[in-house]
């Protein structure tokens, strides 16, 4: 079975410092990992994913994330925080070989950025 | 492409009561997906289509729940005799999927929340 956890409900940090919030999974075989980010009263907008190829993707916003494979880790960065990138931020998996393409997603970060 | 639509935006409705929900994909996407979120938790699986086709159904979604996607395009999720249990945010989402196995990303609806009083 398909997993995610992330294991920060929210990440509190300072305008202009750089942000990092924390994504596992688990799946049986090759994993496709995704990012994406709500705003209240939204869908999810997908920020990056992984398929394969180089670990690090980078994505909308300036957004980038680091596929590891030896820690089963999806970690979501940015080098410069903006107010404006708070918001609430998920995880989500999905196994190579279902064919229902379906994501299986993490409970969610809530991202604070502070002037 | 104005993206995957959902309505209503806002459903409430005594216990009891039915409800139906309507999802219009991103016109050339061939796949499409209907998940549950509840507050302070990720968006779960329901449900998805190919065309027309409903090829999986979590168990999730019990007997009082329904989807369809009747011509391929636009798709229902009804919900009879609903429960308390039943208030959250129905996510639409959407994606396409080419014969090299290529699939996009999901592309997701504003969601439409119902709460049952």
């Known amino acids: 079975a398909q997993s995610v956890a992330q294991p920060e409900d929210q990440v509190n940090v300072a305008e202009g410092n750089p942000l990092t919030v924390k994504c596992t999974y688990s799946?049986?075989?090759?994993?496709?990992l995704f990012w994406y980010v709500q705003y209240p009263n939204r869908g999810l907008q997908f920020l990056l994913k992984?398929?394969?190829?180089?670990?690090l993707v980078k994505g909308s916003y300036g957004f980038e994330a680091e596929f590891n494979k030896s820690q089963t880790s999806f970690h979501l960065k940015k080098p410069s925080a903006l107010v404006s990138d708070s918001a609430l931020y998920f995880c989500?998996?999905?196994?190579?070989?279902?064919?229902?393409?379906?994501?299986?997603f993490g409970s969610g970060t809530r991202l604070l950025v502070r002037p | 492409d104005t993206g995957v639509s959902q309505d209503p935006r806002h459903k409430i409705t005594k216990r009891g009561q039915n409800v139906t929900f309507r999802c219009d994909p991103i016109?050339?996407?061939?796949?499409l997906y209907w998940y549950r979120q509840t507050l302070g938790q990720g968006p779960e699986f329901l449900t998805y289509?190919?065309?027309?086709?409903?090829?999986?159904k979590s168990r999730l979604l019990s007997d009082r729940f329904s989807a369809e996607r009747p011509k391929g395009s636009f798709s229902t999720l009804e919900i009879q005799r609903t429960e308390q249990g039943d208030s959250a945010m129905y996510l639409c989402?959407?994606?396409?999927?080419?014969?090299?196995?290529?699939?996009?990303?999901?592309?997701f609806g504003n969601g439409t929340r119902l709460t049952v009083t």
């Open positions: 989402a959407s994606s396409t999927h080419d014969r090299e196995g290529n699939n996009s990303p999901l592309h």
């Open positions: 799946v049986s075989g090759n994993p496709y």
């Open positions: 992984y398929i394969t190829g180089d670990n």
């Open positions: 989500a998996v999905r196994d190579g070989r279902d064919s229902s393409y379906k994501l299986i």
């Open positions: 016109s050339e996407h061939n796949r």
């Open positions: 289509f190919q065309n027309e086709a409903q090829l999986e």
